[in-house]
């Protein structure tokens, strides 16, 4: 089902208030997703994306982006000892893969129990899919778990890897058949939880791929995932996404946009 706002808070101001509930309306988009990073030789991160998991009325799909799938793939083969997981429990991306298109740069997963039971974060439930295309004058919130804000344990085999979720509340300023794109300030760019430390101006954004757009249905005071971004350009201040449209509820990827 789509996730209600809860804009329920006893603050001194307008102002305050609109500011926390935006927070608090991020912190929720940040709990629909994970970082997908992977290991090698139980030490050093080679490197990561973002995946939603959803519940459709047909299943449970794990959704991120073919080049990240491609990346982890290509690591593998060349790497010793890779070892991938989704937040904080084991998954195998390979092993799990219901179907890809390198067309759309999408790729849909089963997700094995074990790794729901340990991955820390929520699974978005959906009533009805797939959702509508994001369109012009919509409001979106969307954001993903760039490699520019991981942080290793130290030592020869770290135990712990930390990362700060990177969001965004953005209209979009394109919208076609095929994707979805958003312009933004990169003052405008919010990092949870360390809110005082800022991107730095080389910030890449790789990781971020893979990341929930959720439209927001302000009205009914919920949210909807309807989006996956593919490629965001930090110093040109411009996201990518694609519609969610494109995926069925069995995890099957339309060969054409819908």
């Known amino acids: 089902m789509t996730d209600n706002i809860d804009q329920s808070n006893p603050v001194a101001t307008p102002a305050a208030r609109i500011e ?5 309306l991020r912190q929720t988009v940040m709990s629909f997703c994970a970082p997908l990073w992977w290991e090698s030789a139980r030490r050093v991160v080679v490197r990561s994306g973002t995946m939603c998991v959803i519940r459709t009325p047909q299943a449970i799909i794990g959704i991120t982006n073919d080049h990240v ?7 593998k083969r060349e790497t010793t000892d890779v070892f991938c997981q989704l937040g904080s429990a084991p998954f195998d991306p390979s092993a799990n893969v219901i179907e890809r298109s390198k067309r759309w740069d999408l790729a849909t997963f089963s997700i094995p129990a074990l790794t729901l039971e340990h991955w820390g974060h929520r699974i978005y439930e959906a009533i009805s899919w797939p959702p509508p295309p994001i369109a012009i004058g919509e409001h979106v919130v969307f954001g993903g778990w760039p490699e520019d804000r991981r942080t290793v344990a130290p030592g020869l085999f770290p135990a712990t890897m930390t990362t700060d979720f990177v969001t965004l509340r953005q209209q979009p300023h394109g919208s076609s058949p095929e994707h979805v794109s958003f312009h933004f300030d990169p003052s405008q760019v919010r ?9 730095p101006v080389d910030a890449t954004l790789s990781g971020i791929s893979g990341g929930p757009c959720f439209r927001i249905a302000a009205s009914e005071n919920r949210i909807e995932l309807a989006g996956v971004i593919y490629e965001g350009d930090y110093s040109r201040g411009v996201v990518w996404a694609r519609h969610l449209s494109l995926i069925s509820a069995s995890g099957q990827i339309s060969l054409i946009p819908v």
């Open 20 to 24: 926390l509930v935006d927070m608090a």
């Open 191 to 199: 990092w949870l939880p360390n809110v005082e430390v800022p991107l």
């Open 69 to 75: 799938l491609t990346s982890y793939e290509k690591h």
